[in-house]
C-alpha cells in the first residue's frame, strides 16, 4: 500500500527524477531529518518543493482580501504598464489577469518583475503563483507573489 502511494507521488515527478534518484532523495532526507519522518511525509515533502501539489491549488473564485494563497490559471490578459512616482522614487506596475475556469483575478508584477512579462507570458500561458497575498483596493481581486511567494511559468502557449 505504502509503495503503491510512493508510486503515485513519483508520478508527479517523473519528469524530473528518475525512479532511483527519487528514492534516493527519500532516503537523504530521512537522514537530514534524523528519521522524524516517514519516507511518504518526506516524498510529499519532495513534491511540494518542487511546486507539483495540486491539493494545495485553491480555486480563484474562492479567495478574498486576506487570503494567503496558491492559484494556477491561463493568462487572458496581459495588461499595460503603468509607471509612477512615488517617496521612494519611479516606480513600474503591471497587472496580469488569469483565469482557472472558477474565476479571475489580477496578478501584481512590481518594478523589475514587469519584465518578466514580455519576456515569458502571453496570452494562453498557465502561471502558478505560490503563497501570494490577495488584495482588494476597489478595483476588484488582485494577488503579489509578494516577499514569500513565487509567480511560475507553468505551461506554455501551445502553437
Known sequence: MLMDHLEDLYGKLSDLYSKEEFY??????????????????LAYLIVAEEDRNEEALDDIESVGPGDECTV???VVDLGVLRTFENKNGQGRVRNVRIDDG???IKVVFWNEETDRIEDEFETGTVIRVANGYVQDRGYGKQISA???????VIDRKKD
Open 24 to 41: 534516493q532523495e527519500i532516503e537523504k532526507r530521512k537522514e537530514e531529518f534524523n528519521d522524524l519522518l516517514d519516507e511518504e511525509a
Open 72 to 74: 494556477e490559471g491561463e
Open 102 to 104: 472558477t474565476g479571475s
Open 146 to 152: 509578494g516577499k514569500w511567494g513565487e509567480v511560475k
